[in-house]
Nanobody
Framework: EVQLVESGGGLVQPGDPLRLSCAAS????????MSWVRQAPGKGPEWVST????????FYADSVRGRFTISRDNAKSTLYLQMNSLKPEDTAVYFC???????????WGQGTQVSVSS
């Protein structure tokens, strides 16, 4: 029932921007905090950013603060991650995740791959 579908990943050069999207369905999107989590090759999952249900509050990992911007359009049930000044260390599979009232990720998308390389 619940579906999260990421898109927008690709291969870019260092310094380039990229915008990821997550299309949500099967639930009332605006009732949930949403997060982006990434997993680099050979690494464990790393939390990137969170946005609350109405979009008024955001949080960022130190590694991306100032470069990435999380946003959402509840009318379109879509979550976004604008990534600027990309670095090779940003290379990872990026997942859109839903947060529950107990602050756990109960659903994940399939992920979209972001590769930053010269």
């Amino acid at each position: 029932e619940v579906q999260l579908v990421e898109s927008g990943g690709g291969l870019v050069q260092p310094g380039d921007p990229l915008r990821l999207s997550c299309a949500a369905s099967g639930f009332t999107f605006g009732n949930y905090d949403m997060s982006w989590v990434r997993q680099a090759p050979g690494k464990g999952p790393e939390w990137v950013s969170t946005i609350n249900g109405n979009g008024g509050t955001t949080f960022y990992a130190d590694s991306v603060r100032g470069r990435f911007t999380i946003s959402r359009d509840n009318a379109k049930s879509t979550l976004y991650l604008q990534m600027n000044s990309l670095k090779p260390e940003d290379t990872a599979v990026y997942f859109c995740t839903r947060l529950t009232i107990y602050y756990k990720y109960d659903f994940w998308g399939q992920g979209t791959q972001v590769s930053v390389s010269s």
